[in-house]
């Protein structure tokens, strides 16, 4: 699986990430939830509850508000994005494992193929080696008998003379 190494690979990969999609998306959060704030929850405040000071509480309100709302969201869009990147980025690390798992099992396959043959050759050059050898004692011991024949035949020759 990942080792402590990948892991902290994976996790700087994140952070990179993240930070890029928070810097990103932080006018755009700040952008939605104040637009959200203004168009769904000011008139709502106004009219439930301070109908007369329209002008006093609501921009207190917004101010103490929008800050925590948006912190809220950004820290969950950043979990969201962060969890989102190594998800992405452990589903693809375990693709590529199974891809190589699958080419090592070919060349494990391979170099067992390639043994055997190996040990064949060998086997089949230390047989031609014996036989080499085997030919070349012949070969002498037929030198060696056409030798003496020729000795003898010439003392015989002698003999008769």
């Known amino acids: 699986m990942l080792d402590e190494r990948d892991l902290q690979a994976v ?3 994140a952070t990179e990430v993240t930070t890029d999609v928070v810097v990103k998306l932080v006018p755009d959060i700040v952008a939605k939830v104040t637009t959200d704030i203004i168009d769904k929850r000011v008139p709502k405040i106004i009219d439930e509850r301070v ?6 509480r609501v921009p207190k309100i917004i101010d103490e508000r929008v ?3 948006v912190t809220t969201i ?3 869009l950043v979990k969201k994005a962060i969890h989102d990147s190594e998800v992405m980025l452990l589903d693809e690390m375990e ?15 391979d170099l067992s193929e390639l043994k055997e043959l190996y040990r064949m050759i060998k086997n089949e050059q230390d047989t ?3 036989l080499i050898r085997n030919l070349e004692d012949h070969e002498m011991r037929i030198s060696r008998l056409e030798e003496q024949s020729t000795q003898k035949n010439e003392k015989i020759r002698r003999i008769k003379s």
């Open 74 to 76: 950004a820290n969950d």
């Open 128 to 130: 031609i080696t014996i």
């Open 51 to 56: 109908p007369k000071i329209i002008d006093e």
């Open 11 to 13: 996790r700087e990969i």
């Open 67 to 69: 800050p925590g709302i």
């Open 95 to 109: 693709r590529y494992d199974r891809k190589n798992e699958r080419k090592f099992a070919e060349i494990q396959k």
